[in-house]
């Protein structure tokens, strides 16, 4: 498929005088406020033509507002978007040409098979019933689901829910597709899958904008993240420029004698140049290390100081460190996601 | 899932052409594509044809043999009467269920899509208005059927009750859009069921549906005259009974399209502006 229908009267993208734009996103300022709540608070964005962009940020930041105002989905309240230079508010049915919705929720017919779906979906946007059909049948092979196809929605998997729904967004071929939570609820094969999937479509030409709870899956995918919280931008970066503003990894320690913490404390410091954090937990603490081998440094120091471990973890960063780093503030407070590892969900 | 092969050409925003809006043969054809999704899902939930199959039955039998004696001396000479009342009220039934069943669909993740895609905004309405048609059709079709077995006669023949099937089907499809107006700002699918309920009731019985209006007070008989219902009902008459295409019968048509007028336009306007 290389074009939309020729019924289309012919602006001609080229024509206008953004088509030369490297930006397939540009938002200013983005405001959405519920009744007393901005769920989106001034938020500007940028995203060139053929990146990953991450959205990153915990349950209630604002992410998926985010992706539905830019989407035409929801209506903006304040700020300015345009997706490869067309206004979202002034024209919002060019904008639904440009671009492809994954939602967080499977968007596609319950009470029609996933053969159905698709060829409903082409021909909603003007292909024939027969190109339709065949466009179908090639996005249903391409995301394995040939053999379910003509099952009803009902009995897929939430694996094969999200490749359906992901097929769905790709029958115009959009240059821009949002991917809100693309791998949320999936098990990990599942999710490898989906990550490689983003990975072919980014090969094809397409931009990607995706939110994600999961810094390894903003790592793995995204080219440039932003990190949301409270409908602001907090930081925005290359996921090694966000590494390593909390280190590359942590290493967790916990006195065997909770006396020890303060004296544990201070030899970390002299041995990182660098100062720990306080965990909940009895003689709990928490540093971050630019290098995992400077962990042993710090145990031998611990050792020659005659302080005794109950138990030392070296970690990657954790979205939660990465969010205590930039906004002093963890994931899970003011939310309601107690844990944010993708084990735990779902 | 298959790794993308060399086929998948680059995609490309430049050979885009973008069109500003929606032509009317694009707006066309979208309806018509959401119209065959509604008779998919019709098909796969027949209890969706509950509604207007027993209805028509039940209703057509107990209103006849209660108040046919009281209302016109005899079962026989209150069929002319209650027929075409019962279709306007079967029509009316059937049609609130159209704004009942699109705020549920509206709640579900298919519609976010519908919403994100480069359509017309009326085509996930009139879709399911299309293919509610055959609803109405089911229903006007098995009234007069029952009225039939019942020994019913309709003077106007052959034409005449198709012309009055075909008006009860065109008042259905038009007052359908005051629902599906409801469908698009209620909350739930029980407030516009609880609120169609309260719209249906008086519409219906505060008609001459039932009885003829001569028989109701002053005051109540101004109402019933501005009815559209009452002049669906009288038109319907017309044409079943003395296959007469008579002033109702414009009367009736131009409420109709009075009624798609204001509500279709206001239905879509608020179904683009919600989520």
């Known amino acids: 498929m290389t074009a939309l229908p020729s019924s289309l009267a012919p602006t001609a993208l080229a ?74 508010r002034e024209q919002p049915h060019m904008v639904r040409q440009l671009v492809g919705v994954t939602g967080q929720y ?16 082409g021909r909603l946007q003007g292909l024939r019933s027969a190109r339709a059909r065949a466009t179908a049948d090639d996005l249903l092979e391409r995301f394995g689901l040939t053999e379910a196809a003509d099952r009803q929605i009902s009995t897929f998997s939430g694996g094969m829910r999200r490749r359906l729904d992901l097929a769905a967004s790709l029958i115009s071929r959009p240059p821009l597709i949002f991917l809100d939570e693309p791998t949320t609820g999936l ?160 | 899932m298959t790794t993308l092969t060399a086929e998948h050409e680059t995609v490309l925003v430049e050979d885009r052409t973008l069109a500003p809006r929606p032509t009317l043969a694009e707006t066309l054809s979208q309806t018509v594509s959401m119209a065959w999704r509604s008779t998919k899902k019709m098909r796969r939930n027949p209890e969706q044809f509950f509604d207007v199959t027993i209805q028509p039955l039940l209703f057509t039998a107990m209103f006849a043999y209660i108040f046919g004696g009281a209302i016109s001396g005899s079962v026989a000479d209150y069929l002319p009467v209650i027929i075409p009342g019962i279709l306007a009220q079967t029509a009316l039934t059937a049609c609130m269920a159209t704004g009942i069943q699109l705020r549920e669909d509206m709640d579900k993740g298919v519609f976010d899509r519908f919403k994100s895609l480069p359509i017309a905004r009326i085509a996930p309405l009139a879709g399911p208005a299309l293919a509610d048609l055959l609803r109405y059709g089911t229903a006007a079709t098995l009234t007069i059927l029952v009225g039939l077995a019942m020994g019913y006669r309709p003077g106007g023949g052959v034409l005449g009750v198709l012309a009055g099937w075909a008006l009860t089907i065109v008042a259905g499809w038009s007052l359908a859009w005051i629902f599906t107006y409801l469908g698009t700002i209620a909350r739930s699918a029980q407030a516009v069921q609880g609120i169609s309920m309260m719209i249906m009731f008086p519409l219906t019985f505060l008609s001459n549906a039932f009885v003829p209006e001569s028989t109701l007070p002053g005051w109540l008989q101004a109402f019933v005259k501005v009815n559209p219902v009452s002049h669906v009902v009288s038109a319907v008459r017309d044409l079943i009974n003395d296959g007469n295409v008579t002033g109702e019968v414009a009367w009736a048509l131009l409420g109709c399209a009075v009624v798609v007028a204001i509500f279709a336009p206001l239905a879509v306007r608020s179904y683009a502006r919600k989520m």
Request: aromatic fraction near 4%; proline fraction near 4%; avoid cysteine.
């Open chain 1, 187 to 346: 098990d990990p094969r599942t999710r490898g899958q989906m990550w490689d999937t983003i990975r072919d479509l980014v090969r094809e030409g397409s931009t990607v904008l995706l939110t994600t709870q999961y810094l390894d899956e903003a790592d793995q995918l995204a080219d440039r993240i932003a990190v949301i919280d409270r409908g602001l931008k907090v930081a925005e970066g290359t996921p090694d420029e966000l590494k390593t503003s909390v280190g590359s990894s942590s290493l967790q320690l916990r006195m065997s004698n909770e006396a020890d913490t303060a004296a544990a404390l201070e030899v970390v410091r002299r041995v990182l140049g660098e100062e720990p954090v306080l965990t909940p937990e009895h003689g709990g603490l928490n540093a971050s290390l630019s290098d995992a081998n400077q962990a042993a440094d710090v145990l031998i120091a611990l050792r020659q100081s005659g302080l005794s471990i109950a138990a030392a973890t070296v970690q990657k960063p954790t979205l939660d460190e990465v969010f205590l780093a930039i906004t002093g503030h963890g994931t899970d407070e003011d939310t309601t996601t107690p844990d944010l590892t993708p084990e735990a969900t779902r």
């Open chain 1, 15 to 88: 024509d206008t005088d953004l088509a030369g734009t490297d930006l397939a996103v540009t938002a200013t300022g983005l405001v959405k406020t519920f009744g007393s709540h901005r769920a989106v608070d001034g938020v500007d964005l940028e995203v060139r033509r053929g990146e990953v962009f991450g959205v990153l940020g915990p349950n209630g930041a604002g992410k998926t507002t985010m992706i539905r105002m830019l989407a035409t989905l929801l209506p903006i309240d304040g700020g300015t978007a345009s997706v490869f230079g067309v206004d979202v």
């Open chain 1, 106 to 121: 499977a968007s596609v017919d319950e009470n029609l098979t996933g053969r159905e779906n698709l060829w409903l979906f």
